[in-house]
Structures are given as structure tokens and as C-alpha cells.
């Protein structure tokens, strides 16, 4: 890979559109089989895997083939005044050969969108799609490959020990979407050969809710709240709400609300509703069902809590202030478990909300400009959104990334490109003209005429030439 990467083929913008047509007729051509293995491995609804999978790939592919011209193309920079009748600018380059690690809960999606991006800057890569979604995984590696370039772009399956494997490897870029504890892993193995990564992470995403005034914001607010919790992978998702943050003297109005509207989203049973995915393998449902086990945390359940190890499911379940030291409060969630915390005013969220670790994403719900305000620039996280959850997941135009121990790095449509490019800057000069106090031996009007020339434009550079005396007796070449 690493010489067909040095051929330069990759380099050509008819190539890299060869390579996004390539997955585009891949997603259009495998669509059913790719639907059929989502519910297999995951138990996701047909819509809701178009939705968070499927539709926001095409979406990416169409915007990455209309703009790859312009990405591509460099960038004039603007140089300082010294720099006499010279041009700059950014030229893009591929990174070279790239590894792609992505995850189970969205093993198309998370594969892909990276992959969009490695293949639009012109890289080869190597994709490990996760052996928890291993229907997903066979699909990647045994259908997609024959619509791309096989000497560019290669899908290897495995467990944790073939990931150990290709860690081994020297990389000029590895992407991973997963889990704190296998980062770590990931960055150690990347700091041998200070190899560049980003980690895609998480974290517990806390959503604001603020008492909002009229019954249909309330409705709307707490529709995308179940959306963005149940709805989403059955909350097995880095961005999906973790835990609700509300006034007391709410708390019986958004519990009622949340009752009321789960049983509107998935029915008095949502198991045969056929519109929540289930969870992904025995150690996660087991991981899950510990947390409610705990008997401090299983007598604040107020809705749901029923579980069918058999099936691997569980149904929505609303819990009120469950105690801070148990572990549904410390570890990310990561399923249908949706904690609410009371606190004696709104604005108390803000401080509950520094105290812990930079989540992935904030969701606030109020239309306080102040509390907005606030959040925006007294918290830290990857993204902040109002009155909405997970919709800027699906947006190319922002950047979708964390900070602190939620990630590094970022990615989607133009920041994909970016994240698999060098911009490398290319500077030319011209022989005609010249700066002679750039040059020994040093004289006090030089350095004079150095502040000038950081400070100021050519003509205040030109103007103090002229008044000084010459310290050189040939002319100033300006």
C-alpha cells in the first residue's frame, strides 16, 4: 500500500472521485443488505438506520464529490510587510498511508465518514470495523472492497488482537472511535512512531432543561429528548443525552412529560414496538443491568426498567437523582437508562456541568438568552446545541470532534478532508528586489528598521529608510 501510495496515483482528483463514486454505488447497490445487517446486529429499525447511517454517508459522498475540487485547491496566505514581493500559500497534501479503527454502535457510519475523508485527501487506508457488529463488519470487508481500489483500500476483521497487531505498524494517521480505556492502548502504540491520532471518545452528555413556559416548546423539547436518548442506537451512542439536568419544582412536569411521550414513541410495550434497537451483546446487557442491580439507584427508577436478558433488551427507563457516587452517575451510560437531576435553580447546571469531565456534547432546552449565553462560555465540550439533541452529528458545514477526555480531533464534510491532509506552505521570492538590513554585520539602524518592518506597511518601511542615514554605503535596494 504504502508503494502505491508513492506512485502518486492517489494524489489525482480523478482518483479520489473514482474512490467516492466507488462507495456511493456501494451504499445505493447494498442498501437492503446493509439495512438487514443493522437489525441483525443491533436490532435498529429500517428508518432509523437510514437516518443515522446510510443517509448521512450519501449526504457526505455528494457533498465531498461537488467540493473535492475546491478543498483541494491551495490557498493564498497573506504575509507581512517585510516580505517584499513575495507570495504564499497553502497547498493540501494526502498524509500517506492512514488506520482506520471505528466502532459497533454505527458500524457503517463510523467507518465510512472517516474513510470519506482519508480517501477525499488522497490517502490509502486500512479499515478495522469492530468484531462486536460482525455482520456489519463481513459486509465491509466482503462486499465493499469491490468498489474501490483494492491496492488502496484494504478492510481487515478481527478481534482485539488483530488491532494489537496492526498497532505494531508504523502509520502517518490513526482514527479511532471507541471506548477511554482502548485509546489509551491506541495512543501508546501511536507515541512509539509519534504517529499523529484522533481519538473520537465521549463521555456523559448532560441535557439542560430549563422550565420553558409554553406546553408545545415543553412537547417539542422533550420529543427530541427521547429522540436523542431511546431513539438513537437505544442510547448506545457517544453523543446521546446521559442525564437530564432540571429544577425541582419542574420535576414533576418533565417526568409526566417523558412518561407520556415515551409511551407515545414506543408504545405500552416497546419491545414489540420494532422502533428501539436492543443491546449490542450479553456483556453490555449485563454491564447495564449491574447499574440497575444497584438497590440505590433501582429504587430511584420512576418509568420502564424492565429487561429481557434473552433478547437483549431493555425497555426506556427514567430514574430521579440516583445517588452521585453510584455507577450510573460515574461511567458513561451507553444504553436506555436516562437519570434526572434535580437542582434548586437552573443556573446551578453550569457548575454541576464544570465539575465533571468535558463531555462529547451539551444539550441545553430554554429560550433564556442569559442561561444560553452562560453555558456557551462558562462550560467546555465538543459542541453545544439548543433546544435540539444529535442533530449536529449530521451537519457537514461544523466540525464533529470532543476536547479533554471527551476526544482529539475533529472530522465531517470539509474538517474530514482536513483531518486526513498536511497543508504544506510553499513560499516564493523574488530576486528582484531586497531587505539589506537582514544581513551582518549588525548596526543600530537595522534594528530600527526591524521594528519598523514587523509593525508597520511598505510605505512607513520606506518612509523610515529614507530618513535614516545610510549605514551601508551602497544604496538601499528598495
Not at 428508518?47 to 467540493?67: C, H, M, P, Q
Not at 462558562?378 to 433546544?387: D, F, H, I, P, R
Amino acid at each position: 500500500m504504502r508503494v502505491f501510495y508513492r506512485s502518486g496515483a492517489t494524489k489525482e482528483i480523478s482518483w479520489r472521485k473514482s474512490q467516492l463514486k466507488g462507495l456511493l454505488t456501494f451504499l445505493e447497490e447494498n442498501e437492503a443488505d446493509i439495512m438487514n445487517a443493522l437489525k441483525q446486529d443491533l436490532g435498529k429499525h429500517y428508518n432509523e438506520a437510514f437516518r443515522d447511517e446510510v443517509g448521512t454517508l450519501i449526504k457526505s459522498l455528494n457533498l465531498a464529490l461537488k467540493s473535492l475540487k475546491t478543498w483541494m485547491s491551495p490557498k493564498k496566505a497573506r504575509l507581512p510587510a517585510i516580505a517584499l514581493l513575495t507570495t504564499a500559500e497553502l497547498v493540501p497534501e494526502p498524509l500517506g498511508l492512514v488506520l482506520i479503527f471505528s466502532s459497533w454502535n454505527f458500524p457503517f457510519g463510523l467507518s465510512l465518514e472517516p474513510l470519506i475523508g482519508a480517501l477525499a485527501a488522497g490517502n490509502t487506508a486500512v479499515l478495522k470495523p469492530s468484531e462486536l457488529s460482525p455482520t456489519c463488519s463481513f459486509i465491509l470487508a466482503n462486499t465493499m472492497p469491490s468498489y474501490l481500489d483494492g491496492k488502496a483500500v484494504k478492510v481487515i476483521q478481527g478481534g482485539s488482537d488483530v488491532g494489537e497487531q496492526l498497532l505494531q505498524h508504523r502509520w502517518d494517521k490513526i482514527f479511532f472511535t471507541g471506548s477511554p480505556r482502548v485509546a489509551q492502548i491506541v495512543m501508546s502504540a501511536a507515541a512509539k512512531f509519534l504517529t499523529p491520532i484522533v481519538l473520537e471518545l465521549g463521555g456523559k452528555c448532560p441535557a439542560v432543561f430549563d422550565s420553558l413556559s409554553y406546553s408545545w416548546d415543553r412537547e417539542a423539547a422533550v420529543r427530541r429528548i427521547l429522540v436523542g436518548k431511546f431513539g438513537t442506537c437505544a442510547g448506545q451512542a457517544c453523543i446521546t443525552i446521559d442525564h437530564v439536568l432540571v429544577e425541582k419544582n419542574f420535576l414533576p412536569i418533565l417526568v409526566d412529560l417523558l412518561k407520556t411521550n415515551t409511551r407515545k414513541m414506543f408504545g405500552e410495550n416497546p419491545q414489540l414496538s420494532n422502533s428501539m434497537a436492543r443491546i449490542v451483546n450479553k456483556h453490555n446487557f449485563l454491564r447495564l443491568k449491574n447499574l440497575l442491580d444497584d438497590p440505590a439507584v433501582k429504587s430511584s427508577i420512576v418509568y420502564g426498567g424492565k429487561i429481557d436478558e434473552e433478547n437483549l433488551f431493555i425497555e426506556p427507563t427514567i430514574l430521579v437523582d440516583p445517588p452521585f457516587e453510584s455507577e450510573i452517575m460515574t461511567e458513561e451510560i451507553f444504553g436506555p437508562l436516562l437519570p434526572i437531576i434535580t437542582l434548586e435553580k437552573i443556573e446551578d447546571s453550569i457548575e454541576f456541568i464544570k465539575l465533571r469531565p468535558k463531555p462529547l456534547a451539551i444539550y441545553a432546552f430554554t429560550k433564556s438568552k442569559t442561561l444560553e449565553r452562560r453555558i456557551i462560555s462558562e462550560t467546555s465540550s465538543g459542541s453545544v446545541t439548543m433546544n435540539d439533541a444529535i442533530i449536529q452529528y449530521a451537519a457537514d458545514a461544523v466540525p464533529f470532534g470532543g476536547v479533554g477526555e471527551s476526544g482529539i480531533g475533529r472530522y465531517h464534510g470539509k474538517f474530514s478532508f482536513d483531518t486526513f491532509s498536511h497543508e504544506k506552505t510553499v513560499v516564493r521570492r523574488s530576486f528582484f528586489t531586497d531587505f539589506w538590513f537582514r544581513y551582518p554585520p549588525w548596526n543600530d539602524h537595522q534594528l530600527q528598521l526591524f521594528r519598523v518592518a514587523y509593525n508597520y506597511d511598505y510605505l512607513g518601511i520606506a518612509l523610515v529608510m529614507l530618513g535614516l542615514k545610510r549605514a551601508k554605503k551602497n544604496s538601499y535596494s528598495i
